[in-house]
Every structure is written in structure tokens, then in C-alpha cells.
């Protein structure tokens, strides 16, 4: 349960930057792997904040009126195979001795955006929908499956 909104939410996986010196994308990587439990390639990470104009900082503030919060929304674009990530679901994760107890819950990106209302996942979807739109985004590059390492 998340004590600010009183309940559990479905949520990305996430993390604090303040013991990566500012690495985004190994936050990230670090973060998946602590609370998904697959470990991903950095070079297949797409920040997808980094599309925004950089006059926003290339940011997003989640609640910019009562918080000076910032995070980035990055996209993986390697490959996971399917019986890795049913495998993952309802599989309990998270750090115990930082007060973590994720359930992790596979979606179909198709029915994220109406089973949430984490800003982060939503934020993500819109940024991913219109950077494609636009295309922006860069067929993924051919990479070895690390999903197992």
C-alpha cells in the first residue's frame, strides 16, 4: 500500500538517483532488476523524456505544484522471451531491508492506461504514442536476449 494515496496502486518500476551520481539508465537497469527480476541491456533503453523540448529540461514533474520532483520515463526495446515474463507474474520482489514488497503484475500495454493511475505509467504511454507518431523512436536494434542473465 502506498501510505500517501492509502492504497496499493500498479505502478512502473522506479528508483532514486541519489547513489548513481545522476545515471538515469543504470538506475533503471538497477531497479528492473531489483523489482521485476530481469536484468536489461542499457544500450536498449530509449529515454523517452529526452524527446521532450529541451526547454523543459527534458524532465517530467509529476506534481509540479506541491513537489520539485523530476523523473525521466525510459522505454526498453529489447527483447524478453514470453515464458520469462509469464513467469514473472505475481512473483513477489522488492529490496526487504529498504521496505520493499512488490507483486509484480504483467499488463498488456493495451489496458494499462485504464487499470492505473500512477502518472508515471500514463506520462509514459503518451510520451511513447506521440514520440511514434512523430517517429521518433528508432527500430530496436538486434540484440541478444538478456532476460536470463
Known amino acids: 500500500v502506498r501510505v ?5 496502486i500498479l505502478e512502473l518500476p522506479a528508483g532514486m538517483l541519489d547513489d548513481d551520481n545522476g545515471d538515469v ?3 533503471a537497469v538497477r531497479e528492473v532488476e531489483e ?3 530481469i536484468y536489461l541491456n542499457k544500450d ?5 523524456t529526452a524527446f521532450l523540448n529541451p526547454s ?3 524532465k517530467v514533474f509529476p506534481s509540479p505544484g506541491g513537489s520539485d520532483e523530476e523523473i525521466s520515463l525510459l522505454m526498453y ?21 529498504h521496505g520493499e514488497l512488490i507483486k509484480v503484475h ?9 487499470m492505473t493511475a500512477d502518472s508515471k505509467v500514463l506520462c509514459a504511454i503518451a510520451l ?3 514520440a511514434k507518431r512523430d517517429g521518433l523512436l528508432h527500430p530496436p536494434r538486434s540484440s541478444p536476449d538478456l532476460s536470463q542473465m
Not at 500517501?4 to 496499493?8: A, D, E, I, K, T
Not at 536498449?44 to 523517452?48: A, G, K, P, R, S
Not at 504483467?106 to 485504464?114: A, E, L, S, T
Open 25 to 27: 539508465v543504470g538506475t
Open 106 to 114: 504483467i499488463v498488456p500495454f493495451d489496458k494499462v492506461w485504464r
Open 44 to 48: 536498449d533503453l530509449v529515454n523517452l
Open 128 to 130: 511513447y504514442e506521440m
Open 56 to 58: 523543459t529540461g527534458c
Open 4 to 8: 500517501p494515496v492509502g492504497r496499493s
Open 77 to 97: 526495446r529489447g527483447k524478453v522471451k514470453k515464458e520469462v515474463i509469464e513467469a514473472m507474474q505475481g512473483k513477489e520482489m522488492g529490496l526487504r531491508e
Open 35 to 37: 523489482e521485476v527480476g
